[in-house]
């Protein structure tokens, strides 16, 4: 029987989809990559498609993960970049050989150099960390208002007011926490 795991998080922001595969780092932590095969299942969701992975491979996209994580944290609360976390995404952008393609109907697609290229996919999420972290992109680092979370997430709103890091679960999460609070109240007596 096939063991269950955790679903994705899937988000539009390759980088900050990627630190969302560990949820809940204040709380109860949910590990949503927590085997190899799991890591292949989420990066082809993001077109980056490889034949296997090993638990070496799975333990480099971990810290990959977390010092994205440290770094995005970081640079959304203007503190300084964290020196070890700056290393390990700079190591993985650099290490990895992919080449952006021009699909026929105009998407870009990744082509990775070989069957087995985990670190070429993960240079990829790396050099989008560093976009996002060094302000390229429009848009504003920010952390999830949920006390459990905090995760780092990518506000592209107009209003850059974005709350969440996902609405559907710490969002809704939180709406129905208010709106219990609300109705909990018991009613003041009459004097
Ligand atoms: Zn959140």
Same mark, same amino acid.
Request: hydrophobic fraction near 45%; charge should be positive; charged fraction near 20%.
């Given at each position: 029987?096939? $063991?269950?795991?955790?679903d994705f998080?899937?988000?539009?922001v390759l980088a900050t989809s990627f630190t969302g595969t560990l949820s809940e780092r204040r709380g109860n932590p949910v590990e949503r990559i927590p085997t190899p095969q799991r890591l292949v299942d989420w990066l082809a969701v993001y077109?980056? @498609?490889?034949? !296997? *992975?090993?638990?070496?491979?799975?333990?480099? $996209?971990?810290?990959?993960?977390? !010092?994205?994580? @440290?770094?995005?944290? @970081?640079a959304a609360i203007q503190d300084a970049l964290p020196?070890?976390?700056?290393?390990v995404i700079n190591d993985c952008s650099v290490q990895g050989r992919a080449?952006?393609?021009?699909?026929?109907?105009?998407?870009?697609?990744?082509?990775?150099s070989s069957a087995s290229s985990v670190e070429?996919?993960?240079?990829?999420?790396?050099?989008d960390a560093i976009s996002i972290i060094a302000g390229e992109r429009d848009?504003?680092?920010?952390? *999830?208002? !949920?006390?459990?979370?905090?995760?780092?997430?990518?506000?592209?709103?107009?209003?850059?007011?974005?709350?969440?890091?996902?609405?559907?679960? *710490?969002g809704n999460r939180q709406k129905k926490a208010r709106f219990n609070a609300t109705h909990r109240k018991?009613?003041?007596p009459a004097e």
């Open positions: 029987m096939r $063991a269950e795991f955790p998080r899937l988000g539009t077109g980056l @498609a490889v034949d !296997s *992975c090993t638990t070496a491979q799975l333990d480099l $996209a971990r810290e990959l993960r977390e !010092s994205i994580h @440290a770094a995005a944290t @970081a020196a070890n976390a700056v290393r080449a952006a393609i021009l699909a026929p109907d105009g998407q870009r697609q990744w082509q990775l070429d996919a993960l240079s990829v999420i790396a050099a848009g504003k680092l920010a952390l *999830c208002a !949920s006390p459990t979370c905090q995760a780092a997430f990518f506000d592209t709103s107009q209003s850059r007011t974005r709350r969440w890091c996902d609405m559907n679960t *710490c018991t009613p003041t």
